[in-house]
């Protein structure tokens, strides 16, 4: 049974999606307003897991990640560059994309846009008028909160402490400043707007997820998430123009991440403490690293990222990797020990077992972890067979399709490299280099080229013809890739700007 804590109740609760089989998803994707920092894809990432687990236990997943294109800090950040909004917020939404593809974080089906989705807003509003949940004031249009009986039972503040009537302009505010809220906002001088039967104007940010879950997902869906910013007054306010306006649950699930922190405090701009994902590929860590960082402490929990923390991800990533070389390379007996089905067994039950109990990913790893130690120490014995090792190696990357932190084409490298052991750590190490200036789907060709130099440099090289050989050690160098000649084979490394730079 897979259980999650809900938000909403305070409580776990048992997972019964609304059509047995199917789940559909809305998760709060970036405002783009600037570069995205690892805080924010912590949270990406923790959709990520959920999304994954979900497939893997045979659930079919309809993904909608909205992008805020228009809010009061897009719009203060556009003027103050002299750009068109779209012009301004292309350049994040790209960032954003990229940095997605880099985590190895799967597409979500849909990524609508705030401001392609502006008529359904309207219309939305005008059904809040007409039912008595909204109010205009000098052009603007405000949900009165006094309106909404259930107002607050997502945030659990206190009913007595909310200032009806008191109205907020602002996007976001605080806690304790539980006004009524812009749905709809007078166009300003300078600012973008859209002629409509509302007047010229533009959404406030509240009604925008509002409108386009509900287009893609129904009036009510299974799972929302987020941060845990975003329970007030965000979601808070989702919920109540949702329901006031269909009269129907919003939503079943509310599932929402904790900070990533700095020193005690959450990573964030207004703070100046924060870290892009660029700034910590360009210190040269593997990105697959930063993945397991960000998704090995449980969602609900803080997560505080130091740089020594990353190291110890990077050894744990290291850790399975080294397994598949030896599972890959390795020469194995026609007879192992009995037990390695058994083990594989436990491993899977032990995995799914912490993941369905609300993502306890900390469970999940050590049945990882647990079967590693394991059939290492067998393969010291001689007691894995080839026919177990391919199992275990079928088995992890099984798991690996909810984990993501073994690109397929690091695998595939590693498994038909016929470079010595050696040869393939390498390979394996510095292709992770590559995978941080490069994309995923690019590394393999690249690996690729660099295996097809060598081979035709051993090749001039018994040929006796080290003219030749020198010519193509030098031709690598000259892309940032040096050839060492060991007595265990040929290794290489990246050295320099060159190959790692390709965009």
């Known amino acids: 049974m897979i259980q ?23 998760t709060c994707g970036p405002t783009v307003y600037d570069y995205p920092h690892i805080g924010n894809y912590r949270a990406y990432v923790f959709e990520d897991l959920l999304k994954r687990f979900l497939e893997f236990m045979s659930f079919r997943v309809r993904h909608v990640m909205n992008i805020t294109d228009v809010d009061d800090k897009t719009i203060r950040n556009a003027r103050e560059k002299g750009l068109s909004l779209n012009d301004y917020t292309q350049v994040y939404i790209e960032a954003f994309r990229q940095g997605v593809k880099t985590l190895n974080i799967k597409p979500a089906d849909v990524y609508p846009r705030a401001t ?15 039912k008595g949940y909204a109010y205009e004031k000098d052009g603007s249009y405000y949900f009165s909160i006094a309106k909404f009986s259930g107002y607050g039972r997502l945030s659990k503040i206190n009913l007595e402490d909310l200032k009806t009537g008191v109205r907020v302009e602002a996007d976001e505010y605080e806690k304790e400043s539980a006004h009524d809220f812009a749905l709809w906002k007078k166009a300003k001088e300078g600012e973008p707007s859209w002629e ?5 104007g533009r959404p ?3 009604i925008e997820c509002s409108v386009m879950s509900s287009k893609y997902l129904g009036r009510t869906f299974d799972i929302h998430c987020g941060g845990v910013d975003n329970i007030f007054p965000h979601h808070e306010n989702e919920i109540a123009q949702s329901e006031a306006y269909w009269g129907e649950k919003f939503v079943n699930y509310w599932l929402h991440c904790h900070h990533l922190v700095v020193d005690g405090e959450k990573m964030s701009k207004s703070k100046g403490n924060f870290f892009t994902l660029e700034d910590i590929l360009d210190k040269g860590f593997d990105p697959m690293a930063v993945r397991l960082l960000l998704l090995s402490t449980h969602y609900r929990k803080s997560l505080n990222f130091t740089f020594e923390a990353l190291d110890q991800a990077n050894a744990a990533l290291k850790r399975i990797r080294d397994f598949f070389y030896e599972l890959a390379a390795g020469k194995f007996p026609e007879h192992g020990d009995k037990g390695i089905e058994s083990w594989i067994a436990k491993s899977q039950k032990k995995f799914v077992a912490g993941l369905s109990d609300d993502l306890n990913i900390s469970t999940a790893l050590a049945a990882v972890f647990d079967l590693i130690k ?17 199992k275990v190696s079928d088995f992890i990357r099984s798991l690996d399709s909810v984990l993501a932190i073994q690109p397929d084409t690091l695998l595939l490298a590693i498994q038909t490299d016929a470079l010595s052991m050696r040869a393939q750590e390498n390979i394996h190490v510095h292709a992770n280099k590559v995978a941080a200036k490069t994309s995923i789907d690019g590394q ?12 035709l440099r051993e090749k001039a090289r018994s040929q006796k013809d080290f003219q030749e050989a020198d010519k193509i050690r030098k031709e690598l160098l000259d892309k940032g890739i040096l050839i060492e000649d060991t007595k265990e084979g040929p290794r290489w490394k990246i050295v320099g700007k060159g190959i790692q730079d390709r965009p």
């Not at 109740?9 to 559909?24: A, L, N, Q």
């Not at 392609?116 to 007409?130: A, R």
């Open 4 to 26: 999650f804590f809900n938000t909403l109740s305070g409580r776990v609760e048992p997972f019964i999606p609304i059509t047995p089989g199917e789940v559909k998803l809305y």
């Open 116 to 130: 392609e989705h502006i008529p359904g807003m309207v219309e939305m509003v005008k059904g809040l008028m007409e």
């Open 196 to 200: 409509t039967e509302l007047g010229a």
């Open 204 to 206: 406030g940010w509240h």
């Open 374 to 390: 394991k059939v290492n120490a067998a393969m010291l014995r001689n007691a894995v067979s080839a026919e177990d090792a391919k």
């Open 444 to 455: 393999e060709e690249i690996i690729q080229e660099i295996r097809e130099k060598m081979e």
